[in-house]
């Protein structure tokens, strides 16, 4: 008997495609909504950028999908609210991207929206307090957040989801079930 886990290993990783995200969507959500709200759901092609072919490292990539990021940095003054949010399966992978994402960065500020060591009411505090540009968390820790109207998502500009990436158990972050 043959284990995902021996086939995964096997097959080569391939970029994702809108494609992926929006049969994601209508499987979870298609069987309790009308087809008024499926067509809702609908995500037009021009809502997203071009995935990372997996040529590029995190911060290459990110230099090319948002070129004028310095103008986008300096013109961002609002609170609990980030620019660009970046989706990751779990807070050891939000190091990681964090760290790799030096030469991108430039002199903004980034927070780390993840439950490990961090306090949901620190991350608050930090939100109401400062004016951050970049935030990379897990999607609890993002929707806790946002349910509690602590982060506001009106100025955020680029949503970057860590798709292809996998953990140990050669999950990506969409094949966990809690997500």
Not at 13 to 24: C, E, F, I, R
Not at 30 to 37: A, F, K, L, M
Request: proline content about 4%; glycine content about 4%.
């Amino acid at each position: 008997k043959k284990k995902i886990s021996d086939v995964l290993q096997k097959s080569a990783p391939k970029p994702g495609v809108p494609a992926d995200l929006q049969n994601l969507l209508t499987q979870h959500f298609g069987e309790n909504r009308s087809v008024i709200e499926k067509e809702e759901l609908q995500l037009s092609d021009s809502c997203f950028l071009p995935a990372n072919d997996l040529t590029h490292s995190f911060s290459s990539y990110l230099k090319e999908i948002c070129p004028k990021w310095a103008k986008l940095r300096r013109s961002h003054q609002e609170k609990k609210s980030v620019v660009m949010l970046v989706l990751c399966s779990s807070a050891l992978r939000c190091l990681e991207l964090i760290k790799s994402m030096t030469a991108f960065k430039g002199d903004c500020r980034v927070l780390k929206l993840f439950a490990k060591h961090i306090k949901i009411k620190e991350q608050m505090n930090m939100l109401e307090k400062g004016v951050f540009h970049i935030g990379v968390g897990t999607p609890g820790r993002v929707k806790a957040l946002v349910e509690q109207d602590a982060l506001s998502l009106n100025s955020t500009k680029y949503m970057i989801l860590d798709w292809n990436w996998r953990d140990q158990k050669l999950r990506r972050m969409m094949d966990i079930p809690e997500v």
